[in-house]
């Protein structure tokens, strides 16, 4: 219905446009062609209408009194091509006319009505159609013609292409893009591709000369599609010596409490370097949606050692050797579940699930991506996952990227990160970095001095509904960074149950008088220690607070780098407040911002 909604408007403006400029006239010639003068050769239809004197008179009179000099003026210039190009005549112009058509002259010639039509009413003299004859024949003229017109290749191949771009932008509107973007995806390169062969053989009949224009298109898009199927195949196919191919593997295991997903992916390809700022898109080909591609952003990476069999439960896949030291001291706190102290085969951060998978890639880059299941394919990768005995499944997922910027957060003394929910995904391969280059220049130290990072302090404030989710993050990629010096790490729970139950605790803890008891076992669960705050961070007056700690050391205190990932909210709050610091005379505060949505 609204296509032909938006039909007939498009046609409607069209036909606005010929009734306009050139309707007038050619709805008179038309009434005349239908009449019989006596004068008149019925084998020469140009001829009569261009030159015949009974015929011209009774035209240019009839213009006189119903057209505008504008449109007599668009008419002639028509319908004088008309005689040139198909009657070889020239038609009588309207000034020589013009001297004649006096008003006694006009009223003394008799009135011609459409039932003459019927009649078959010979005139012997010029005449003058009446205004309903000349209505009629002009909305016969111009109904007609577009009749006519949209029986040619051109017209309704340019109406087809017209109608396809217009849908094009109604279709790309940002609230329909987010509540179906696979939808809005197939719809746009169906449209597309209907606008581009609706142009070509709209402008077919001028043998080419609008060819430059489209095909360009046509390369740039052919060349994006082969670039992508090239990167695929770099991404994740590899052949070895012995002619076997190497492909990725992936599992993915969801954690209901955080209601997240963790999708741990090992590429086929072994030149991949994955790093900070990066996001790659994630195919499921096998399934039945299997044109759709995601882009999420890396949250952690990391070679799978050859000793993962025998590694110890607390350990982390995704543990970089060199940070082993720093994390040392958290390791009892953070170890495992109270209720199991031995690695489970269903743990999908087991060092046993990690071997029962991988158990062929030693040596190979491990990418782990955070998905949150938002809609379609997350949804449907989370119903999987539910569906599994082991809560564990290994989905046929495919890579492409890298894409992205890497922020050079190293070359600041102070870093920043202000991260919501799977945003945390943004923050943590700089920080996985950080530990890499501080291990790195302790062991260069005594050879050069040469720094591979200038950050020395780091604050890392990161707020999402639920405090399952911190704590299985906790235990997993972000425990090389607990208990560092130079990594103070806030963190905060904002759903409804969780800010109750920490306020129901706090209160039965303080209605007992057992303040002196906070580690017992009601208070001594891994949230607490790790100092979960229930409640919306300060967003503003943590980053005014390490500004003007910065600026008060002067030159001593370095540069400050700021980055945000997380929901457009926490990033405004964010980006004000550098602004607001920027406005105080504050100086060497830089702000990165790593978006993500559709």
Not at 191 to 217: A, K, M, R
Not at 320 to 342: N, Y
Not at 540 to 545: E, F, K, S, V
């Amino acid at each position: 219905m609204r296509v032909l909604t938006l039909f007939f408007a498009l046609s409607g403006i069209s036909l606005g446009a010929v009734d306009q400029y050139t309707g007038c006239l050619e709805g008179i010639a038309t009434a005349l062609a239908y009449l019989t003068f006596n004068s008149t050769d019925a084998t020469d239809y140009y001829g009569n209408e261009c030159t015949n004197t009974d015929v011209v008179r009774s035209m240019w009179a009839a213009a006189k009194i119903y057209c505008t000099p504008k449109e007599i003026e668009a008419g002639a210039k028509q319908l004088g091509g008309y005689c040139e190009e198909y009657g070889s005549v020239t038609l009588v112009p309207y000034s020589k006319v013009l001297p004649i058509l006096t008003q006694s002259y006009i009223s003394s010639l008799p009135v011609a009505e459409y039932s003459d039509i019927a009649k078959a009413t010979v005139f012997n003299t010029s005449v003058l159609i009446s205004k309903s004859f000349y209505k009629t024949a002009k909305d016969t003229y111009v109904l007609g013609y577009f009749a006519e017109s949209w029986k040619e290749q051109y017209w309704y191949m340019g109406g087809m292409a017209t109608i396809a771009m217009s849908l094009l932008v109604f279709f790309s509107f940002m609230w329909f893009r987010v509540k179906s973007y696979e939808v809005f995806l197939l719809i746009h390169i169906a449209l597309s591709v209907v606008t581009l062969v609706g142009l070509y053989y709209h402008t077919i009949i001028f043998d080419g000369e609008y060819n430059p224009y489209l095909w360009p298109p046509v390369a740039i898009w052919s060349f994006d599609r082969a670039a992508r199927l090239t990167r695929w195949a770099y991404c994740n196919l590899r052949v070895k010596s012995s002619s076997s191919i190497i492909n990725t593997k992936a599992s993915a295991s969801y954690i209901s409490d955080g209601d997240f997903i963790r999708l741990e992916i090992v590429p086929g390809s072994h030149i991949l370097k994955p790093g900070p700022g990066q996001h790659y898109f994630l195919y499921q080909p096998v399934t039945w949606k299997g044109w759709e591609n995601h882009p999420f952003t890396l949250a952690t990476y990391g070679r799978i050692e050859g000793s993962v069999v025998n590694a110890t439960a607390g350990s982390s896949p995704s543990q970089i050797p060199d940070a082993q030291g720093a994390v040392e001291k958290e390791t009892q706190v953070l170890a495992t579940d109270s209720s199991s102290g031995t690695p489970s085969e269903t743990d999908p951060q087991s060092p046993h699930h990690e071997h029962s998978i991988f158990h062929d890639a030693v040596g190979q880059q491990k990418l782990i991506f955070i998905v949150r299941p938002f809609g379609s394919w997350t949804k449907r990768l989370r119903e999987q996952c539910l569906k599994s005995s082991t809560g564990v499944i290994t989905p046929h997922i495919f890579i492409e990227g890298p894409y992205g910027e890497h922020s050079p957060l190293n070359t600041y003394e102070n870093v920043v990160f202000i991260v919501g929910g799977t945003g945390i995904s943004g923050a943590l391969p700089y920080l996985q970095e950080h530990i890499k280059m501080t291990a790195n220049d302790a062991r260069s130290s005594g050879a050069d001095n040469k720094l591979t990072t200038l950050t020395r302090d780091i604050t890392f404030v990161w707020s999402t509904k639920q405090a399952s989710m911190i704590c299985d993050i906790a235990t997993h990629e972000l425990k090389p960074m607990l208990g560092r010096d130079d990594i103070h790490i806030h963190l905060h729970a904002t759903s409804r149950e969780d800010v109750r139950r920490s306020l129901e605790l706090k209160n039965k803890i303080s209605s007992e008088g057992a303040e002196r008891d906070l580690n017992t076992s009601a208070s001594s669960s891994l949230g607490d220690q790790l100092g979960i705050e229930y409640y919306r961070p300060d967003i503003r007056q943590t980053i005014l607070n390490v500004i003007n700690d910065v600026d008060k050391a002067g030159l001593a205190g370095g540069r400050i780098a700021i980055l945000t990932c997380g929901p457009a909210g926490m990033a405004d709050e964010a980006r004000a407040a550098v602004h607001a610091a920027l406005k105080q005379g504050k100086r060497g505060v830089e702000y990165f911002e790593e978006t993500f949505g559709w």
